[in-house]
Protein backbone atom coordinates (compact mmCIF):
# COMPACT_ATOMS: atom_id res chain seq x y z
CA UNK A 1 0.00 0.00 0.00
CA UNK A 2 1.35 3.50 -0.75
CA UNK A 3 1.46 6.14 1.56
CA UNK A 4 0.70 9.60 0.79
CA UNK A 5 4.52 10.82 0.69
CA UNK A 6 4.50 8.15 -1.65
CA UNK A 7 2.00 8.99 -4.25
CA UNK A 8 2.12 9.64 -7.54
CA UNK A 9 -0.33 12.26 -9.06
CA UNK A 10 -0.49 13.27 -13.17
CA UNK A 11 -2.68 15.16 -15.26
CA UNK A 12 -2.06 18.26 -17.85
CA UNK A 13 -3.82 20.32 -20.64
CA UNK A 14 -7.20 19.41 -22.55
CA UNK A 15 -4.54 18.68 -25.40
CA UNK A 16 -1.66 17.43 -23.44
CA UNK A 17 1.07 19.31 -24.60
CA UNK A 18 1.82 20.32 -21.20
CA UNK A 19 1.86 16.97 -18.56
CA UNK A 20 2.81 17.05 -14.83
CA UNK A 21 3.79 14.71 -12.27
CA UNK A 22 3.41 15.32 -8.77
CA UNK A 23 5.21 13.16 -5.77
CA UNK A 24 3.47 12.99 -2.64
CA UNK A 25 1.28 15.01 -0.66
CA UNK A 26 -1.44 17.17 -1.76
CA UNK A 27 -2.75 20.22 0.14
CA UNK A 28 -6.14 21.41 0.53
CA UNK A 29 -8.45 21.20 -2.05
CA UNK A 30 -10.80 24.80 -2.68
CA UNK A 31 -12.67 26.47 -4.59
CA UNK A 32 -11.85 30.62 -4.89
CA UNK A 33 -14.57 32.85 -5.73
CA UNK A 34 -12.91 35.97 -6.51
CA UNK A 35 -13.23 37.18 -9.66
CA UNK A 36 -9.58 37.09 -10.60
CA UNK A 37 -10.65 32.92 -10.50
CA UNK A 38 -13.05 33.59 -12.16
CA UNK A 39 -11.84 34.71 -15.14
CA UNK A 40 -8.79 32.73 -15.10
CA UNK A 41 -11.59 29.78 -15.40
CA UNK A 42 -13.96 31.03 -17.55
CA UNK A 43 -16.49 29.77 -14.93
CA UNK A 44 -18.12 30.46 -11.29
CA UNK A 45 -14.95 29.65 -9.24
CA UNK A 46 -11.22 28.58 -9.57
CA UNK A 47 -11.09 24.95 -8.38
CA UNK A 48 -7.55 24.70 -7.13
CA UNK A 49 -5.28 22.18 -4.07
CA UNK A 50 -1.66 23.06 -3.44
CA UNK A 51 0.61 21.29 -5.11
CA UNK A 52 3.05 20.47 -1.35
CA UNK A 53 4.85 17.31 -2.96
CA UNK A 54 7.72 17.31 -5.78
CA UNK A 55 5.88 18.75 -8.68
CA UNK A 56 7.66 18.10 -12.41
CA UNK A 57 6.55 18.96 -15.87
CA UNK A 58 6.74 16.25 -17.99
CA UNK A 59 6.51 17.85 -21.56
CA UNK A 60 6.34 21.70 -21.49
CA UNK A 61 5.35 23.82 -18.83
CA UNK A 62 2.34 25.91 -18.62
CA UNK A 63 2.65 29.72 -19.74
CA UNK A 64 2.12 32.33 -17.32
CA UNK A 65 -0.01 35.62 -17.24
CA UNK A 66 0.88 37.78 -13.92
CA UNK A 67 -2.16 38.57 -12.87
CA UNK A 68 -1.32 40.77 -9.77
CA UNK A 69 1.81 41.76 -7.90
CA UNK A 70 2.13 38.09 -6.06
CA UNK A 71 -0.14 35.72 -8.57
CA UNK A 72 1.24 34.30 -12.00
CA UNK A 73 -1.59 31.93 -13.47
CA UNK A 74 -0.37 29.42 -15.51
CA UNK A 75 -2.38 28.06 -18.95
CA UNK A 76 -1.54 26.14 -22.22
CA UNK A 77 -0.27 28.06 -24.12
CA UNK A 78 -1.54 25.51 -27.08
CA UNK A 79 -5.02 25.04 -26.08
CA UNK A 80 -5.24 27.46 -23.66
CA UNK A 81 -6.66 25.12 -20.68
CA UNK A 82 -6.06 26.63 -17.24
CA UNK A 83 -3.70 24.74 -15.04
CA UNK A 84 -1.60 26.66 -12.10
CA UNK A 85 -2.11 29.43 -9.60
CA UNK A 86 1.19 30.55 -8.79
CA UNK A 87 2.07 32.65 -5.60
CA UNK A 88 4.96 33.34 -3.01
CA UNK A 89 3.59 30.38 -0.79
CA UNK A 90 3.68 27.81 -3.31
CA UNK A 91 1.78 26.23 -6.40
CA UNK A 92 -2.13 25.48 -7.23
CA UNK A 93 -3.00 23.16 -9.28
CA UNK A 94 -6.41 23.47 -10.99
CA UNK A 95 -7.76 20.02 -9.79
CA UNK A 96 -9.38 19.63 -13.32
CA UNK A 97 -6.13 19.07 -15.16
CA UNK A 98 -5.40 16.31 -12.86
CA UNK A 99 -6.33 12.59 -14.64
CA UNK A 100 -7.51 11.25 -11.63
CA UNK A 101 -10.05 13.84 -9.31
CA UNK A 102 -11.89 11.37 -7.72
CA UNK A 103 -10.66 12.35 -4.47
CA UNK A 104 -10.31 16.09 -4.87
CA UNK A 105 -13.46 16.90 -3.96
CA UNK A 106 -12.90 21.34 -2.35
CA UNK A 107 -12.48 21.04 1.49
CA UNK A 108 -13.25 24.81 2.47
CA UNK A 109 -14.24 28.07 -0.25
CA UNK A 110 -12.00 30.96 -0.37
CA UNK A 111 -13.17 34.46 -0.89
CA UNK A 112 -16.74 33.65 -0.38
CA UNK A 113 -17.51 37.24 -0.65
CA UNK A 114 -17.00 37.46 -3.96
CA UNK A 115 -19.08 34.43 -5.21
CA UNK A 116 -21.98 35.08 -8.00
CA UNK A 117 -25.13 35.44 -5.83
CA UNK A 118 -26.87 32.25 -7.62
CA UNK A 119 -23.24 29.92 -7.92
CA UNK A 120 -25.20 27.64 -4.69
CA UNK A 121 -28.36 27.03 -6.55
CA UNK A 122 -27.48 25.72 -9.65
CA UNK A 123 -27.21 22.09 -8.98
CA UNK A 124 -31.11 22.42 -8.03
CA UNK A 125 -31.61 23.32 -11.51
CA UNK A 126 -33.51 20.58 -13.82
CA UNK A 127 -30.88 17.67 -15.12
CA UNK A 128 -31.16 17.50 -19.57
CA UNK A 129 -31.37 13.76 -19.66
CA UNK A 130 -32.44 13.05 -23.11
CA UNK A 131 -30.85 9.91 -24.12
CA UNK A 132 -30.69 11.15 -27.87
CA UNK A 133 -28.33 13.99 -27.14
CA UNK A 134 -26.13 11.71 -25.23
CA UNK A 135 -25.63 9.30 -28.17
CA UNK A 136 -25.09 12.06 -30.43
CA UNK A 137 -22.34 12.95 -28.02
CA UNK A 138 -20.82 9.77 -28.37
CA UNK A 139 -20.12 9.92 -31.71
CA UNK A 140 -17.80 12.84 -31.34
CA UNK A 141 -14.44 12.54 -32.50
CA UNK A 142 -11.97 14.13 -29.33
CA UNK A 143 -8.70 15.05 -30.15
CA UNK A 144 -8.28 15.58 -26.04
CA UNK A 145 -5.74 14.09 -24.52
CA UNK A 146 -6.95 10.82 -22.09
CA UNK A 147 -6.63 10.98 -18.72
CA UNK A 148 -3.46 8.76 -18.31
CA UNK A 149 0.04 8.92 -19.34
CA UNK A 150 0.94 8.24 -23.36
CA UNK A 151 4.56 7.91 -24.90
CA UNK A 152 3.52 9.89 -28.11
CA UNK A 153 1.17 12.86 -28.50
CA UNK A 154 -1.00 13.65 -30.27
CA UNK A 155 -2.44 10.86 -31.53
CA UNK A 156 -4.29 12.14 -34.42
CA UNK A 157 -1.41 13.88 -35.75
CA UNK A 158 -1.81 17.48 -35.25
CA UNK A 159 1.29 19.84 -35.12
CA UNK A 160 1.16 21.46 -31.31
Not at 53 to 62: A, D, Q, V
Not at 98 to 113: C, E, H, K, M, T
Not at 126 to 147: A, L, W
Amino acid sequence: MTTEQEKIRTGGCQCGAVRFRIRGELGRPSICHCRMCQKQFGGFFGPLVTAKGETEWTREEPAYFQSSINIARGFCRHCGTPLTYKHPGGLEIAIGAFDDRSDLAPQIQVNYGSRLPWVEAIFSAPVHDDPDYYSQQEKIISFQHPDHETENWPAHGMKL
